[in-house]
Each structure stands twice: as C-alpha cells, then as structure tokens.
C-alpha cells in the first residue's frame, strides 16, 4: 500500500470516469442552485450508483480499495457534519461520488503522489468558498459601514509574522502564500463581521416555510433555543417536533450560497490542473 501511494498510477478507465464525474457534479449543481440548494434524492442516489458501477466496470484491485476506503471515510464524516448543521447532504453525496469515481489523479493532472484527489477537490473548494465569502463581507457589509468587533483586526501581526516566516523558509511559493492568506484573511474577516453577515443570511421564517435540511440560525434566537432546543439541521423529525411545541417561526439561513458550483469548478481545476497544494509548494 504504501508504494500504491507513492507511485502514480494509471486509472483505468480515466476518460469515462471524468465524465460521468463531470455530468453528475454538473446536474447536481444545476439542481443546487435552481431549487434553493435542494437536490433530488434520485439524481444523489443515481450518481453515487453509477459511480460504484464504474469501479466495477473498470476493476483494478489497488483503485477499488482506495476508492471504496476513501469514500466511505468522506461519507462517514460528512454525514457526521450534515447531522450537525455544517454540510449540506447533496454535499456529502457528490464528494463521495467523485471519490469513488476518480480515487487517483488523472494522468494528465500534476501530484507529487497518489493523495485522493476528492480531498484535493474539498480543500479547493473550500479555498473558493473562503475567498466568495472574502469577497462578500467586504463588498456588502464592510464597506457599506457595518459594525464589527474590530478587536479581531488585532490578529493582523501575527498574520504578517506567519507569512513572514512561511515566505522565509524558502520552501513554499507565492501559491501557497496565496492558499493561506486567503483562508485566515476570509477567517479574520468573519470574526470581525460575524454578527452583520449571520444577519444578512438568515431571516425569520415561518414554520410551515420551512424545508428539510434547512439550517436554523440559533445564534440569532438564543431566548428561543433554551426554551425549545432548537436544533441547526431543520430535518423532517425537528419540523414536526416545534410543530407540536406551537413554534410558529424561528431564524433560518435562507440566503446561504449553494456549495456544488465551488465542488464543480474545483473538480474541473483538479482534472485541468492537478493537485493545488502540490503547485503552491513547487512554484
């Protein structure tokens, strides 16, 4: 196993794998973001099928356990973060699908060794997050004059001492300088303007307007939760629960950005490109 990580590998079967990796992401984002980050449970249940079926179809011992290993370990702790109120469940579906589909790098993508390029893709996902959310409170809440906890600003210096030092180093090139700066500046970011951006996300919302899987606000109704113990995933058992406690309506995030269309253009960055981390260190 541990040369199999080392040593790049040819996946069988890459064209047709990319593919319907490409075509499942795709449908499941347009369903993401044209019903309000609701994804039909057939089109999730479809694509994590055909993605086994490919491991069938084109069996190679190594790539199977890999990808089953690694998916089942993305599906484990992303159902984990789902039930907390952190992912979305077409979240964890898709991210599993790919993980089976493509459990190493395509031939044409640049890694230093056979890392799971499904976790490649969270972590560039991720970073496109962190950098629309950047983008987003300095656009329409810093720069409109929000009020914001500008003690957290006083982390900037330990910012600079960090890039310092990483930049010192000499190991690591102005990509993963990138990488870095724009998580713990988007991070700074959040802290100083949590409560104005958790404002313009969620809105009260009446119970019988409520969907499954929506996410509560609990930060924004604290009197609320200790007196109904309202729960962040608003799942069809939790609905019917405040029904019966006569809730009439509470705060849920309504305006969250759907996640896929950063798990899609990560995906094609992953199968264009290669592995990120890999670029930031080289260059």
């Known amino acids: 196993m541990f040369e199999f990580l080392l040593q790049?590998?040819?996946?069988?079967g890459?064209?047709?794998?990319?593919?319907?990796?490409?075509?499942?992401?795709?449908?499941?984002?347009?369903?993401?973001v044209r019903s309000n980050r609701t994804v039909p449970d057939k089109v999730l249940y479809a694509f994590l099928a055909v993605s086994l079926l490919a491991n069938l179809v084109y069996f190679q011992q190594d790539v199977f356990i890999y990808g089953i290993a690694t998916a089942a370990f993305i599906f484990a702790a992303g159902y984990l973060s789902y039930r907390l109120g952190y992912v979305g469940e077409a979240d964890v579906y898709v991210l599993s699908s790919l993980a089976l589909l493509l459990p190493v790098f395509p031939s044409g993508a640049k890694a230093l060794f056979n890392f799971p390029p499904a976790f490649s893709i969270i972590i560039t996902s991720c970073l496109l997050f962190a950098l629309y959310f950047f983008c987003h409170i300095?656009?329409?809440i810093a720069l409109k004059g929000k009020k914001g906890r500008l003690e957290y600003l006083l982390l900037v210096p330990v910012y600079?001492?960090?890039?310092?030092?990483?930049i010192s180093t000499g190991i690591f090139g102005i990509g993963y300088v990138m990488m870095?700066?724009?998580?713990?500046?988007?991070?700074?970011?959040?802290?100083?303007?949590?409560?104005?951006?958790?404002?313009?996300?969620?809105?009260?919302?009446?119970?019988?307007?409520?969907?499954?899987?929506?996410?509560?606000?609990?930060?924004?109704?604290?009197?609320?939760?200790?007196?109904?113990?309202?729960?962040?995933?608003?799942?069809?058992?939790?609905?019917?629960?405040?029904?019966?406690?006569?809730?009439?309506?509470?705060?849920?995030?309504?305006e969250l950005p759907p996640f896929l269309p950063f798990v899609l253009l990560a995906l094609l960055i992953t199968i264009l490109v290669?592995?990120?981390?890999?670029?930031?260190?080289?260059?």
């Open 180 to 254: 870095v700066s724009i998580l713990l500046l988007s991070s700074m970011l959040f802290l100083v303007y949590k409560q104005p951006l958790m404002e313009s996300l969620a809105r009260k919302t009446k119970l019988s307007e409520i969907e499954e899987g929506d996410l509560a606000a609990p930060e924004l109704m604290p009197e609320t939760v200790r007196k109904y113990g309202v729960k962040r995933l608003l799942d069809a058992g939790e609905i019917r629960r405040l029904g019966k406690l006569k809730v009439k309506e509470i705060y849920v995030y309504k």
């Open 8 to 12: 790049r590998i040819e996946l069988p």
């Open 138 to 140: 300095l656009l329409n």
């Open 14 to 32: 890459e064209l047709a794998r990319m593919a319907i990796a490409l075509l499942g992401t795709g449908v499941a984002t347009y369903y993401d």
């Open 274 to 283: 290669g592995d990120l981390l890999t670029y930031s260190i080289t260059m």
């Open 160 to 166: 600079v001492l960090l890039m310092y030092f990483i």
